[in-house]
Nanobody, 115 residues
Framework: QVQLVESGGGLVQAGGSLRLSCTAA????????QDWYRQVPGKQREWVAT???????TYADSVKGRFTISRDIAKNTVYLQMNSLKPEDTAIYYC?????????WGQGTQVTVSS
């Protein structure tokens, strides 16, 4: 059974930093791409960043240069380091992995950036 568990959200002032974690069970993070998405209530879920099975990273333009996605294979965990946070980064952040044709999501972690 695949499970993704996020942690690390919270309240931070604009300009601050947070690191989100996504620990996987039932899949190996080294074997596949994993992503971070975010969603503001009433809006569509928005893609933030991806790390491929080869460790290649891609980012949405809105977070490029401020956010870094990485992974620790030994801990089977993917991270999202968020620096220079802005109020518009406020959202629920979700970890995602696709296994075959199945999409798996974590429960989400709230990030709130105050101005």
């Amino acid at each position: 059974q695949v499970q993704l568990v996020e942690s690390g959200g919270g309240l931070v002032q604009a300009g601050g930093s947070l690191r989100l974690s996504c620990t996987a069970a039932g899949i190996a993070v080294r074997a596949r791409s994993q992503d971070w998405y975010r969603q503001v209530p009433g809006k569509q879920r928005e893609w933030v960043a991806t790390i491929s099975g080869f460790g290649l990273t891609t980012y949405a333009d809105s977070v490029k240069g401020r956010f870094t996605i990485s992974r620790d294979i030994a801990k089977n965990t993917v991270y999202l380091q968020m620096n220079s946070l802005k109020p518009e980064d406020t959202a629920i952040y979700y970890c995602h992995a696709k296994v075959g044709i199945e999409d798996y999501w974590g429960q989400g972690t709230q990030v709130t950036v105050s101005s």
